[in-house]
């Protein structure tokens, strides 16, 4: 985390799940794993998110179950720290300070009070030398704890966490990196070596990539890059070591997992395929196929009820005894590149962006959750290496969301550029997009940029397109020529160019009423109306890379940036330069809902960030090294509810949220430290019933059931006074119903018990009886006078006073008489009065 003033810069949803492999509950409830900063609890059975457990400062690098307390987990991280965790209600427990980069983690139940961890050698972060090391975690009552008492149990391993297993509990450990299996006895203090070759006879790479310990057995599991996987045996005796081998998978198997029991044996690669092989009888095996991307991790839970696969995709799927698909966790997806731009749908507030090959995601900030995948490409993708398929390069929403247009391609070695552009509109009872118009092949070269007018009282909709043929294209929608049933659809309105040049990037006024479209060095001005070309700019030299109009009132500029490190802003009604100045800026984009702009400015390695008005010289902000490498993905997201910040650095955040994408593909945002505070005090004052997940469904009913016990606490104490009171038998009801029944006596031991708990006491019931028949024969008295009325008022006036006024306590008696005269009925003193 980064601190600016009253501004940080801070990871917002996004992160990865599937950096390391996600640890399972013994009760199978809870699903456990990695998250950027945090570690996140997910319920195996909505998927939804139950808790966030912050306190690390850098990535958390492994989660491993605390073997004496299956409610407690241990996680690790780059910060050098160990965090003890009680999962179940988000609670910090002990921090244990290691004092080196920590990248995984692991736990044995036959090492009590022992952790081992892997760290560099070096204690550098950038060293390439790794060794795993124990750690005593001293028995101490501070929440911060420095544990100092470490030692190395191996030395030169990997740093992949699925490359070191244990095995019989831990008394063994087996370790592989490169061509070298290492297996180390924790008694006789003792390992052994079991080298390959490099290549096999066949050409097979015997490189390791993983491995698995059998529970009971002696029995490793190796996994190699040519998809073999190796059973050895006998290893406790260098010479007289055996192994078989299995082979399904056609690339380098990924992961490798024994169930519980050890019957079966668990393997992932790049098929997405989840292959069960038999043990003992590994001719049999059972598949899961089509699980969506290659598998990275798989877990299984300790009672073998679930498994979990982590994949390629930033997904994790939880698995019923391998049979069927029973949940997905989906966090955002991110390849290698973004190669379209950040936005976000102005209807479901989501960021939208290509993740899946052929899908547009469209991702909850707000909750960190994939809300849906939309199929642009709709074709089948291939896993294989060096075909060429469609691609979704290009997107771009309207104004209302109605509308939302995309471009793929395909380049294949010795064709031509294979492009689309389609058209989706928003459909309201399925409330997600359908493709309304697709037109083949819009430009004879690639598309370089695309954008919607963006004004919201403009009658018609148009889209823009650019091309490298040197013309960009004005499409329009249409109504229905021929027939009603026929929908809109979308036609070429327009096609420009100017002297043959390429052009690069174009840009809507605020008002809709001018298109700026760049081509290399000149930024030529356009008429939407009359489609005139009005004006061009074309000083200082170099090609320009970006494009933006300001907003409200500072409408009347348009800013551009070149190739020659320059960013100029040009006053329209005077179709001159109004100020320019030298900045290598990577990324310019203006907030919708403001004045502000912001630039990226890459320098010496690290981007720098500027936030101002193009009306003032001064900047509003500026935070040098907002992160390493180059920012060139960005987007403004409005805000839900308007922030009141009277700080004059951080007022640019009042109305949207800044988002950006770094070079290593995190998705990072800018947030005040008040910001912060509000949430963590919304947060602790949110109170979840223990034994029910917190999802957004139980929050609601939670908020509705305050309401509910508030108003039925209310009419309780008005009327506690005339109400008899309940039998205690409420407290051993609870009990009753809280105890595990395999604990609990015979049913007819409980009966009798049970039933007099419901009773209410014999004495009680013909009191109560009596006051009723003394209650119906006082109603037939009418002989009664105006002054004896009167006197008989006066006094139960007198009467009730004393009760709220005396010191002493009424008896049970005076009690019940209260309760009587409240209830004559004083209905005939109206007759004696008429009379």
């Known amino acids: 985390m980064v601190e600016h003033g009253d501004i940080r810069v801070v990871h917002r949803g996004g992160s990865k799940i599937n950096f390391r492999g996600p640890v399972i509950s013994n009760d199978s409830s809870f699903l456990l794993c990695a998250s950027g900063e945090c570690v996140k609890v997910f319920s195996t059975s909505t998927e939804e998110c139950i808790h966030d457990l912050r306190g690390h400062t850098d990535l958390v690098t492994g989660v491993v179950l605390k073997p004496s307390n299956h409610l407690q987990v241990y996680s690790c991280s780059a910060d050098g720290t160990v965090r003890l965790w009680d999962f179940t209600d988000g609670i910090l427990i002990k921090t244990y300070v290691i004092g080196y980069p920590i990248y995984s983690i692991y736990a044995s139940a036959n090492h009590e009070g022992v952790i081992f961890i892997v760290t560099p050698t070096l204690s550098d972060k950038r060293s390439e030398l790794f060794q795993l090391v124990a750690v005593h975690l001293p028995q101490s009552g501070d929440q911060l704890v420095e544990a100092r008492e470490l030692s190395a149990v191996l030395s030169d391993i990997s740093s992949n966490p699925a490359a070191i297993a244990f095995g019989r509990g831990g008394e063994f450990i087996a370790s592989a990196k490169g061509l070298q299996l290492e297996v180390y006895f924790f008694k006789k203090q003792k390992s052994y070596r079991f080298p390959l070759k490099e290549d096999n006879k066949k050409g097979g790479k015997n490189t390791y990539t993983c491995v698995a310990c059998h529970p ?13 996987i190796r059973l050895w045996r006998n290893f406790n005796h260098k010479k007289e070591y055996t192994y078989s081998t299995l082979h399904w998978h056609h690339s380098a198997v990924s992961s490798l997992r024994f169930t519980p029991e050890g019957t079966n044996l668990l393997s992932g690669g790049v098929e997405s395929v989840l292959v ?3 043990y003992n009888q590994e001719s049999q095996k059972d598949f899961l196929p089509r699980l969506g991307a290659a598998i990275t991790h798989i877990t299984v839970s300790p009672d073998g009820a679930l498994f979990c696969t982590s994949h390629s995709d930033n997904k994790i799927t939880v698995i019923q005894s391998c049979v069927k698909v029973s949940a997905v966790i989906q966090g955002l997806v991110k390849g290698e590149s973004v190669r379209t731009d950040l936005m976000v749908d102005p209807r479901s507030k989501a960021m939208v962006l290509n993740g899946r090959p052929g899908h547009l995601q469209f991702y909850s900030l707000q909750r960190d959750k994939l809300l849906y995948n939309l199929d642009i490409v709709q074709q089948e993708y291939i896993h294989e290496s060096g075909l060429q398929q469609f691609e979704v390069v290009k997107a771009a929403f ?17 064709a031509e550029l294979e492009l689309n552009l389609k058209l989706w509109a928003f459909d309201e009872q399925t409330q997600s997009f359908v493709l309304n118009t697709t037109i083949s092949a819009p430009h004879e070269a690639r598309i370089t940029a695309m954008s919607f007018c963006h004004s919201a009282d403009s009658q018609t909709t148009m889209l823009v397109s650019s091309s490298k043929d040197g013309h960009f294209k004005a499409w329009q929608l249409a109504a229905p020529a021929h027939t009603e049933d026929e929908g809109p659809s979308w036609l070429c309105d327009f096609v420009g160019a100017y002297h043959a040049l390429v052009p690069e990037c174009c840009s809507f006024s605020a008002d809709g009423s ?36 300001g907003r409200l009132s500072c409408s009347k500029y ?8 320059l960013l100029c802003c040009w006053n329209l009604l005077t179709c001159s330069l109004e100020w320019s100045t030298s900045m290598d800026i990577s990324l310019l984009l203006a907030d919708p809902l403001s004045e502000n702009m912001a630039a990226f400015c890459c320098q010496a390695g690290c981007t720098d960030l500027f936030v101002f008005k193009p009306n003032e010289p001064r900047p509003l902000f500026s935070h040098k090294a907002v992160c390493s490498g180059k ?12 922030l009141e910040s009277c700080e004059e650095t951080s007022q640019w955040l009042n109305h949207s949220q800044l988002y950006f994408l770094t070079q290593y593909m995190d998705l990072m945002t800018f947030t005040t430290k008040a910001e912060e505070d509000k949430l963590m005090a919304s947060s602790k004052q949110l109170v979840i019933d223990d034994s029910v997940a917190m999802t957004p469904f139980y929050l609601l009913l939670g908020k509705h059931r305050q309401q509910q016990q508030q108003e039925n606490q209310d009419a309780l104490s008005s009327l506690s006074a005339e109400r008899t009171p309940l039998p205690q038998g409420s407290v051993a009801i609870k009990e009753l119903l809280q105890t595990p029944a395999h604990v609990l006596p015979s049913t007819s031991f409980l009966c009798s018990m049970f039933v007099q708990s419901l009773l209410i006491s014999v004495t009680d019931s013909r009191e109560e009886t009596k006051h009723a028949e003394e209650a119906m024969e006082s109603e037939n008295e009418e002989e009664d006078s105006e002054g004896e009325m009167e006197s008989s008022t006066s006094r139960f006036e007198e009467v009730s006073l004393a009760t709220e006024t005396a010191t002493p306590p009424l008896t049970k008696a005076q009690v019940k008489e209260l309760r009587r005269v409240k209830k004559l009925d004083h209905s005939w003193l109206a007759g004696v009065l008429d009379s």
Not at 216 to 228: P, S
Not at 529 to 534: F, N, R, V
């Open 216 to 228: 009971q057995d002696d029995c490793i599991a190796t996994g190699h890059e040519d998809g073999k």
């Open 514 to 549: 001018l298109l700026a479209v760049s081509f290399q060095e000149v930024v030529t001005v356009w008429s939407l109306s009359s489609w005139e070309l009005l004006t061009t700019l074309s000083q200082p030299p170099g090609a320009i890379r970006d494009l933006c109009f």
């Open 398 to 414: 309207d104004t209302s969301g109605n509308w939302l247009a995309t471009v793929e391609e395909r380049k294949q070695k010795d």
């Open 631 to 642: 920012v060139t993905r960005a987007v403004f997201s409005p805000r839900e509810e308007i």
């Open 558 to 565: 348009l800013l551009g940036t070149t190739a020659n490190n």
């Open 276 to 278: 069960q092989w038999r």
